[in-house]
């Protein structure tokens, strides 16, 4: 087996690439990464360097890993400002860091790519090897964020510290339309959404849910605008620019989820999801004119309707927000695994993310009491 680094996803092929990606995951597959590193969403402007790593036998593509090396925790969802801010003090050098992971996406998927049955034989070889990128670049740590949970036991058990967080997703229990999935719901839940459903309508909106093949030039353009107002509302950083999206739409035009939400003639706001084979994933979302509850409906609810419509199995609408919970969403854990050089800090690291694990655990806990959906007392009480 050879082993090689690629700064460039184009220098593999895109079928070689894919024929290792799993459900079908938007953001794993070879279009994704090079709609990035094309339209320059990744590289040193916004500091994430890419390090691709790629197994081959034969010269064939056996085994690859998604890598970045960083010189910032920007648009990573796992926050380590702290443990930069120590190394600081310290007088010690947190960056470069090495990270596994798909830029500015918190969703779970692989980060360790191999065919199928091989895993035994190439993670060990992937790990190996990023360790090795880690000691030759100086970098003081490496960082999987958001694998999939196969992943995250195997690195676990090469000695890796485990982070939790908590997203919340909502989950198909097989719901034969929007209704149904409403009876699940206890009363005041129910007729609140209902209520927020009805507000958009009496506001005279159009909603259009669109894929790459039924979007056009315009549609793009509008979205970026609403995408950019939300960065510049928020103070934040718009990464991802128009260039990027109408390459997506061409290239992965089956896995786009498009909803504009249009006043008359006029786009007012819009939200944009991927999917997969099993999984709807809501990532961007904004607006030029405030209507009442018309993010709930274009962010939420749209997309509930969009994974019964098509039999798909789970919703992850994004990172954070607890008011999701009311809307059918449930508190979901989710980890990322982290590898650090230094001695004098892997066991301060490691009480941190204990503790760290305990907290998510317990708050968790507390949001589960909140479930909106009918447990059998309550379905007595109705």
């Known amino acids: 087996m050879k082993v090689r680094i690629h700064t460039s996803?184009?220098?593999?092929?895109?079928?070689?690439?894919?024929?290792?990606?799993?459900?079908?995951?938007?953001?794993?597959?070879?279009?994704?990464?090079?709609?990035?590193?094309?339209?320059?969403?990744?590289?040193?402007?916004?500091?994430?360097?890419?390090?691709?790593?790629?197994?081959?036998?034969?010269?064939?593509?056996?085994?690859?890993?998604?890598?970045?090396?960083?010189?910032?925790?920007?648009?990573?969802?796992?926050?380590?400002?702290?443990?930069?801010?120590?190394?600081?003090?310290?007088?010690?050098?947190?960056?470069?860091?090495?990270?596994?992971?798909i830029p500015y996406t918190p969703a779970t998927g692989q980060r360790l790519l191999s065919v199928t049955g091989c895993e035994k034989e190439v993670w060990p070889l992937l790990l190996q090897t990023v360790l090795q990128l880690a000691e030759s670049t100086g970098a003081s740590s490496f960082h999987a964020l958001f694998p999939d949970s196969r992943e995250h036991q195997f690195l676990q058990q090469q000695g890796l510290l485990s982070r939790h967080d908590c997203q919340f997703h909502w989950r198909n229990d097989d719901y034969r339309d929007f209704d149904d999935f409403l009876n699940r719901l206890v009363s005041r839940k129910r007729n609140n959404i209902r209520q927020e459903r009805r507000k958009v309508s009496q506001a005279d909106i159009n909603l259009r849910v669109l894929d790459g093949h039924t979007t056009t030039p315009l549609d793009w353009q509008n979205f970026t605008r609403f995408y950019e107002q939300t960065f510049s509302g928020k103070w934040g950083i718009a990464t991802f620019n128009l260039g990027f999206f109408q390459e997506l739409a061409q290239t992965l035009p089956d896995q786009i989820v498009l909803v504009l939400a249009d006043a008359g003639s006029t786009s007012i706001a819009g939200a944009l999801m991927y999917r997969s084979d099993t999984m709807l994933y809501g990532r961007h979302w904004g607006c030029i004119e405030q209507v009442d509850s018309l993010h709930f409906e274009a962010c939420y609810y749209q997309g509930i309707e969009y994974c019964i419509r098509h039999g798909l199995q789970r919703f992850e609408p994004g990172a954070q927000g607890e008011h999701k919970i009311a809307r059918g969403f449930l508190p979901t854990l989710t980890r990322s695994s982290h590898w650090i050089s230094d001695n004098d800090f892997r066991l301060p690291i490691s009480n941190f993310v204990a503790h760290e694990r305990q907290a998510v655990a317990e708050y968790m806990m507390q949001l589960e009491a909140a479930s909106p959906y009918k447990t059998m007392n309550r379905q007595k009480d109705e």
């Open 9 to 101: 996803i184009s220098e593999i092929t895109a079928d070689a690439w894919n024929a290792l990606v799993r459900d079908n995951n938007p953001f794993v597959r070879h279009e994704f990464l090079h709609a990035m590193e094309q339209h320059g969403c990744v590289g040193e402007k916004f500091g994430w360097l890419p390090r691709h790593i790629a197994v081959y036998e034969d010269d064939l593509l056996i085994a690859a890993m998604p890598l970045y090396e960083k010189h910032n925790s920007y648009g990573e969802f796992v926050f380590d400002n702290a443990w930069a801010d120590a190394y600081e003090r310290a007088g010690r050098e947190y960056f470069p860091k090495l990270v596994a992971a």
